[in-house]
């Protein structure tokens, strides 16, 4: 059974930092195209990071600097450690398997394979 498990959702203060943990069973996160994906309330869920099969990352504009996906393949497991936390980053973080590129990329449609998600609150 195929499953990718978040945790590490948490509420913080802005400025405030957290790392959030993707882990897999059933797939080997070293042969996916891996995206962390942040859906605030009433909104479009959408990519932040990515990290693709061969390592190379994708940030979305607006958490470029402040993100940073990573991935441990002995562990199976991959992060997003996120950085000078801010109230609009507030929402749910999904973690998300792309099986058919190499690149990382930040659209929803690639993505096959999700998991339940993350709760992230950061208050002013």
């Known amino acids: 059974q195929i499953q990718l498990v978040e945790s590490g959702g948490d509420s913080v203060q802005a400025g405030g930092s957290l790392r959030l943990s993707c882990a897999a069973s059933?797939?080997?996160?070293?042969?996916?195209?891996m995206g962390w994906f942040h859906q605030a309330p009433g909104k479009e869920r959408e990519g932040v990071a990515a990290?693709?099969?061969?390592?190379?990352?994708a940030y979305k504009e607006s958490v470029k600097g402040r993100f940073t996906v990573s991935r441990d393949n002995d562990l199976n497991t991959v992060y997003l450690i996120m950085n000078n936390l801010k109230p609009e980053d507030t929402g749910m973080y999904y973690c998300?398997?792309?099986?058919?590129?190499?690149?990382?990329?930040?659209?929803?449609?690639?993505?096959?394979?999700w998991g339940q998600g993350t709760h992230v609150t950061v208050s002013p």
């Open positions: 998300a398997a792309d099986e058919l590129r190499d690149y990382p990329s930040l659209k929803r449609i690639d993505f096959g394979i």
């Open positions: 059933g797939i080997f996160v070293g042969a996916f195209s």
């Open positions: 990290i693709g099969r061969g390592g190379g990352t």
